[in-house]
């Protein structure tokens, strides 16, 4: 005997069943829960908006963009991976931070203004749900194909071997087993790899997976291949330029200010705060990126402006390198800094106006340039000619000068042959040189002895002369 197995009768359902398309679908769908509108354009500000609305806009569509999302070949990247369920949490169900995690149409940024979202990060992401929050708002959608891939990922940056959750892998391995996976920059960057290196032992500070953690950095290592040095440099310059009284002081310390401003974003993690306000930094770069880093130096600078005025050079370069200058940021609210709202679309409109400006003049420089050189070939050309002429003459001198040469040796020896028979002859014919003094001695002695005869006789005419004069005289007187 045979009866029939029947299933149970279904519960009445709350909602009339519609066919999708049917005329009477608009007028009798009725939800307990309206679904909200999907956004019909992307996220969009204006130069009005406050720099805290720009750089959280910026940083949505920067995550989500190619340069963002590269492919690797141990890894996946699938849309669909970032839809996750949502973690068990003793956190509220209507928690801020549980409705950030599961907005994935950004509805809490279009509909929300950002001082919200920032007076929730200054009060603090939930520890359990920090990991979930970056991977959210990094639109993280990596996974290894396998868990060897991971093992053999971290591997690769050294000798570690890879860790447990209660095991930490030396931050330098994790830096260049992520640095090996993007083969078109393998230059030695040592501010990025003692950045990421901090931004790793933060990490390990929020209980996630390795995998999980791994990805993040991985997205922060793309966000700063990012960065245009040369423009926030300019930025930063702007900035204190409009808003410091002792900038003119300042800037003519003989600063190298572009390297100064290159290492604040790797040296600001690095043990200058306690761990609690590193991840809260930390938390302001995820969401609004470089232009924080802009207004907390902004800060910094406006709120040591008396010191940086009484300073120069060595001086005033360690105390903007010291924790001192940074301490505004430990002891402040942290608030103010996010009120400071520089207006960065009009400096880089200056940056790039300038850099059009450049390019336009390297064109006519370039122009310039080729006349020059058409110029400069020809004279190379005429020098050529005048190098070949010089070279026979050079040689004909050099033939002369070594014929001169080979004349003087000669002369030389025979100036010195003559030297000999000279003191040969004058030592042969000494005893001739002494009869020729003799002799003009004798016929010096002859003159002498006639010049004495003469005298002589002049001597007895004057004699005789005197005696007739005397005789004369006695006659007369007689």
């Not at 423009?231 to 300042?250: N, P, Q, T, W």
């Amino acid at each position: 005997m045979t009866t029939d197995i029947t299933s149970p009768p279904l519960p009445p359902r709350k909602e009339e069943r519609v066919v999708v398309g049917s005329p009477d679908f608009s007028a009798t769908i009725d939800l307990k829960k309206a679904l909200p509108e999907l956004p019909n354009e992307g996220l969009k500000f204006t130069p009005d908006d406050s720099l805290s609305h720009i750089s959280l806009i910026r940083q949505m569509k920067l995550y989500s963009s190619p340069a963002m999302n590269n492919s690797y070949s141990v890894i996946s990247n699938d849309a669909s991976l970032s839809v996750k369920p949502l973690p068990e949490t003793e956190a509220n169900e209507d928690s801020f931070w549980l409705r950030v995690i599961s907005d994935y149409s950004n509805q809490i940024v279009r509909n929300e203004n950002a001082e919200v979202l920032e007076t929730n990060i200054i009060n603090g992401i939930p520890l359990e749900l920090r990991g979930r929050v970056y991977s959210k708002t990094l639109e993280i959608k990596y996974k290894f194909n396998s868990k060897r891939e991971l093992e053999a990922c971290l591997k690769r940056g050294g000798d570690s071997k890879p860790s447990s959750e209660d095991v930490l892998i030396p931050s330098e391995d994790v830096v260049k087993s992520i640095r090996s996976l993007d083969a078109s920059n393998q230059e030695v960057n040592k501010a990025l790899e003692v950045f990421l290196s901090s931004v790793y032992e933060l990490l390990y500070e929020i209980p996630m997976s390795d995998e999980e953690r791994f990805f993040i950095l991985l997205k922060i290592y793309q966000w700063y291949m990012t960065i245009k040095e040369d423009e926030f440099m300019y930025k930063v310059s702007r900035a204190l330029e409009d808003s410091l009284g002792c900038f003119s002081h300042i800037s003519s310390q003989g600063i190298n200010w572009s390297i100064y401003y290159r290492s604040i974003l790797p040296n600001l993690l690095c043990g200058m705060f306690s761990k609690e306000l590193n991840l809260l930094l930390f938390d302001l770069i995820v969401f609004e990126g470089i232009d924080f880093i802009l207004r907390l130096l902004l800060w910094c600078f406006m709120e040591n402006q008396e010191n940086l005025a009484s300073l120069e050079g060595d001086d005033l370069f360690s105390f903007i390198n010291s924790p001192e200058f940074f301490s505004p940021v430990k002891n402040g609210d942290i608030s103010q800094i996010l009120k400071l709202s520089p207006p960065v679309i009009l400096y880089e409109n200056e940056f790039y106006l300038m850099k059009a400006n450049s390019l336009s003049n390297n064109r006519n420089e370039l122009s310039n340039l080729k006349e020059v050189h058409e110029d400069l070939v020809v004279k190379i050309n005429n020098t050529k000619h005048n190098i070949e002429d010089l070279q026979l003459t050079h040689t004909e001198i050099s033939e002369q000068s070594n014929q001169y040469t080979s004349d003087l040796e000669t002369a030389l020896q025979e100036k010195e042959q003559l030297n000999k028979e000279r003191a040969e002859l004058q030592s042969k014919y000494e005893h001739l040189t002494m009869k020729e003094n003799l002799a003009n001695t004798i016929q010096a002695n002859k003159e002498f002895s006639q010049r004495n005869e003469d005298l002589k006789s002049q001597v007895d005419n004057l004699k005789k002369i005197v005696e007739q004069k005397k005789i004369k005289l006695a006659k007369v007187s007689v």
